[in-house]
Each structure stands twice: as C-alpha cells, then as structure tokens.
C-alpha cells in the first residue's frame, strides 16, 4: 500500500482544516518518510506552512479542532502554526491548551524555523534583541521595590524573557525588573 492510500485510510478530509479537494501528502520536517511523519492536506494548508508570509490567520482557526488530533505530526503542525501566529492572540489560549508529550514537542522543535519563534515587538512594531537600549514610555509602579520607574528612563543591555514576547527584563534604579514590551520603545 502506497503511502497516499495509507494517509486516506487515516483520513479522507484535510488533517488541518477539514478540506476535502486538492489533498496530497505532506511531509513534516525533519521527516524520514513515513506515515507518522506524514500528514493528508490540502494545497491551502501546505501553501501556509510553506510560505509563512502569505498565511491567513483566519484560515488557522481550524486548528482549534485539529490540535486534538492523535496523530503527532498533525500535533506538531498545529503547535508551530500557533507558535507562528502567536501575535494574533488566539493562539496564545489555544497553546496553553496543547499538551505534547516530550517526544512529540521535541520532534516539533526540532523543524522549527527562526520565523516560528517568538518576537519581542517594542510599542513601535520594531524587533528587540538581547542587548538592547530602550526607553520607558510611560511611568511604570514597580512592585515590591517600592518606586516608580519614570517615562524617559533609559534601560540598557535588556534581557528578553524567553517563551514570553512580551516581557523583557532590564536594570532600572540598580533593580532587575520585567517590563511589557508595550511600554517601551527602542
């Protein structure tokens, strides 16, 4: 049995969206070819994952079903699309819904690309990187270090929270204290 009849026994419908036209096979990278590292998708579907550029969040909704999936290649999908998309929102909830097991979550990123990680955006839209210069935009009550960190204050050499793009951590007054990317600029 050829590997197209092997996917369609599994499924007759896209493994992601549900779509039933223009199926083919789509191997999951790293892949040695075989079934379980193989999915049945559509041509929207494989477009998306190929070309992150043209994605559609909207269309990736669908991954709310397909998430449950017990295949762990369509897991595997589903976690670097919403890892991908992360920005939109959504996809936050549905991640911390996503239980891979250790196995399944290391073959997920093991093919991840530098695109699918997450992006520390300061309240301009750009980038930060660790070692950063930035400036407070707004006046930030720190907790527990009883003071307030004034707008205008320069945080150098910025730290950024790792699995979290919207925290990073910087020395204000000679405390280390996380900040939310939004209320700094670069």
């Known amino acids: 049995m050829s590997l197209e009849q092997e996917l369609l026994k599994r499924s007759s419908i896209c493994e992601l969206c549900g779509a039933e036209d223009n199926l083919s096979s789509f191997a999951v990278t790293p892949s040695n070819g075989s079934i379980d590292q193989t999915i049945l998708a559509c041509v929207t579907c494989q477009t998306q994952i190929e070309n992150p550029d043209h994605a559609d969040p909207?269309?990736?909704r669908c991954l709310n079903d397909s998430m449950w999936s017990p295949t762990?290649?369509?897991q595997v999908i589903a976690w670097r699309m919403l890892n991908r998309l992360k920005?939109?929102?959504w996809p936050v909830d549905l991640l911390e819904m996503l239980y891979l097991d250790d196995?399944?979550?290391a073959y997920a990123k093991?093919?991840?690309t530098d695109e699918d990680a997450p992006k520390h955006i300061d309240s301009n839209g750009v980038e930060l990187q660790a070692g950063d210069s930035v400036v407070l935009i707004k006046d930030l009550n720190v907790k527990g270090a009883?003071?307030?960190a004034k707008r205008g204050t320069a945080v150098r050499n910025i730290g950024l929270v790792h699995d979290?793009?919207?925290h990073i951590q910087g020395k204000v007054n000679g405390q280390t204290i996380y900040i939310l990317t939004k209320f700094v600029k670069k």
Do not use: R
Request: proline share 10%; glycine share 20%; no cysteine.
């Open 58 to 60: 909207n269309h990736w």
């Open 72 to 74: 762990p290649a369509v």
């Open 87 to 89: 920005g939109e929102g």
């Open 103 to 105: 196995d399944t979550l």
């Open 110 to 112: 093991a093919g991840a």
């Open 146 to 148: 009883g003071f307030t």
């Open 164 to 166: 979290d793009p919207e």
